[in-house]
């Protein structure tokens, strides 16, 4: 087992990466919470939840089952974790397990910050692109129907245990999504870890355990040096979303149906790597060579929609990190090296977006 600590003071914790960590670890003696409510989902449940309740067979466990899906990940569905709380008499000592991928973390977690004004939890991620990203960091929330994560709350686990053995029931589809992520963080900020991904590519397509782990491990590593400095997402963390913004306005723009996350990112990076490329931060050599490793992990490159270039901009307003009416985005300087900004060409961006989407 391989541990990657999160820096947070008083508020630090571990990420715990290896095979059977369902079954063979000693992490759930370690909570001393006595009421345990285990969030899944429908897809997960059969497969995982009676082995993850298992674990606690001394103290009161409860389960809520979601529907699965990124179209659930709403207050609707939130207000069916706090019924099943409110139901069991949960006090303020409990902890919620979140086991599923990023949309079970993320709702599991904000139910958590939210519950008597805020309760443990853990996350147990069970897909490759939550246990790379969603599950570290402390971001949780709900969409809104015109905007992805518009509501939820910062709110830290006390531990993220992300067992390798999960990922060989996870569909290739899935897989691919989080790769997404993976290829991220050597975009932004480790360009040795990107040819890294190129080297071993048919380890990780493969499903080598060892690959597997240090591509997690080395994500996790870049996520948790990130948060250490920014975890309100004040400054530098917004690296973090390269790609996001627009991928986040595909999936808006979808009712988020069309594309898994990882892949509405995956469509992102391509066009942000596009424009960095025409504001001259990057080669048209480095942008081929990114769109090189998505292809080859079998992501997405092309929107190939009918989505309009005015409501990808109006879409993209939305965003978290717009400021004062101007879309701020990630951009690259170098492969490796990402910055944030607002002070470009915004007729540069218009022709941009319009040669990709049509024009209203």
Not at 121 to 147: C, E, M, W, Y
Not at 254 to 263: A, I, T
Request: glycine fraction near 8%; aromatic fraction near 8%; charged fraction near 20%.
């Amino acid at each position: 087992m391989k541990t990657v600590e999160i820096d947070l003071g008083s508020r630090s914790y571990p990420i715990h990466i290896g095979s059977g960590l369902l079954t063979q670890s000693d992490w759930p003696s370690r909570l001393k919470n006595q009421q345990i409510c285990i969030v899944t989902n429908e897809t997960i449940a059969p497969l995982y939840l009676a082995q993850t309740k298992a674990l606690f067979k001394d103290k009161t466990v409860i389960d809520v089952i979601l529907p699965d899906g990124e179209k659930f990940k709403s207050l609707d569905t939130l207000a069916l974790i706090f019924d099943g709380l409110i139901d069991a008499a949960f006090d303020r000592t409990c902890v919620l397990i979140a086991l599923g991928g990023g949309v079970v973390g993320d709702i599991t977690g904000y139910a958590a910050a939210s519950y008597q004004r805020g309760v443990d939890f853990v996350q147990i991620p069970t897909t490759l692109l939550a246990q790379v990203d969603s599950s570290v960091g402390g971001k949780t929330g709900v969409n809104h129907p015109r905007g992805k994560n518009m509501i939820g709350a910062f709110h830290q686990p006390k531990a993220v245990i992300t067992d390798l053995d999960i990922l060989k029931t996870l569909p290739d589809r899935e897989f691919s999504a989080g790769m997404a992520e993976v290829i991220k963080y050597g975009a932004i900020m480790d360009s040795t870890f990107l040819q890294w991904l190129d080297d071993n590519a048919d380890a990780l397509l493969d499903r080598d355990v060892s690959a597997l782990q240090y591509a997690i491990a080395r994500s996790c590593e870049c996520k948790a040096q990130i948060v250490a400095e920014d975890e309100l997402e004040g400054g530098r963390r917004a690296l973090l979303n390269f790609g996001h913004t627009y991928g986040h306005a595909l999936e808006s723009l979808s009712n988020y149906s069309r594309w898994l996350h990882g892949e509405a990112v995956a469509i992102g990076m391509t066009l942000a790597s596009e424009f960095s490329m025409a504001l001259g931060g990057i080669t048209a050599e480095a942008h081929q060579q990114l769109v090189e490793k998505l292809q080859k992990f079998n992501l997405p490159i092309s929107a190939d929609t009918d989505i309009t270039s005015d409501s990808m901009i109006a879409s993209m307003l939305r965003d978290k990190k717009s400021r004062d009416g101007n879309i701020r985005l990630v951009l690259l300087e170098g492969m490796g090296n990402a910055f944030l900004s607002d002070q470009y060409d915004r007729k540069m961006f218009t022709s941009h977006l319009e040669k990709v989407f049509a024009a209203d």
